[in-house]
């Protein structure tokens, strides 16, 4: 069990560019989360998986963030068009489904938008 | 809905004293209730759980915490503080069974040891 990875660890980007983030989950997690976390205040959700099925993205916080999870693996957070606003804390969680909902969660992408 | 609210976004104790963070939730449905630490600069590390088993739940690095559906409160206690326990601790809280399982957190509370 090698946890929960995320790449790259720190992103810094000038306003209106895009930029995508990788999560890599436990290997036999099912589920897995995206959390946007900003300074002084906790995670917050965005979107999840289930296997490769996306069940919950209305919390995307605009139409420019996207999430995909292909082959039921890793998964990518896309933001186009980056804006200041965007820089935070990025994290992946992941978990089983019957393990009470416990989330594991990476180090965290960290967005610097210039 | 649901919500969590951690009273004291800053708290200090004396290396060797007791912790104790406060954490409501407010919940419609049973909670499942967790408390994460994180450290600067890191992710956040499952400390325990709740997950309508035991009321008093026990976790890692000697903390534990006491589920109060009557106060809907999870406060979280150390009797004796280390320096390294010195970070950023958050509650949250999820739907619990059949539910999508996404968490729910309070703002945080720091914590500050002092030798």
């Known amino acids: 069990d090698t946890g929960v990875s995320q790449d790259p660890r720190h992103k810094i980007t000038k306003r209106g560019q895009n930029v995508t983030f990788r999560c890599d989950p436990i290997s036999e997690h099912n589920r897995l989360y995206w959390y946007r976390q900003t300074l002084g205040q906790g995670p917050e959700f965005l979107t999840y998986f289930q296997n490769e099925a996306q069940l919950e993205k209305s919390r995307l916080l605009s139409d420019r963030f996207s999430a995909e999870r292909p082959k039921g693996s890793f998964s990518t957070l896309e933001i186009q068009r980056t804006e200041q606003g965007d820089s935070a804390m990025y994290l992946c969680?992941?978990?089983?489904?019957?393990?009470?909902?416990?989330?594991?969660f990476g180090p965290g992408t960290r967005l610097t938008v210039t | 809905a649901q919500s969590v609210t951690q009273l004291g976004s800053h708290v200090s104790v004396s290396e060797g004293a007791l912790v104790l963070l406060r954490c409501n939730y407010s919940?419609?449905?049973?909670?499942?209730l967790f408390w994460y630490v994180q450290y600067p600069n890191q992710g956040l590390q499952l400390l325990l759980k709740y997950t309508s088993a035991a009321t008093l739940v026990k976790g890692i690095n000697g903390f534990e915490a006491e589920f109060k559906k009557s106060e809907t409160s999870f406060h979280l206690t150390k009797p004796s503080a280390h320096m390294s326990d010195a970070a950023e601790y958050f509650c949250?809280?999820?739907?619990?069974?059949?539910?999508?399982?996404?968490?729910?957190f309070g703002k945080g509370t720091k914590l500050s040891v002092k030798p």
């Open positions: 969680a992941s978990s089983l489904v019957v393990s009470g909902y416990e989330q594991y």
């Open positions: 919940s419609s449905v049973p909670p499942y």
């Open positions: 949250a809280v999820s739907a619990g069974g059949g539910s999508q399982g996404n968490l729910i």
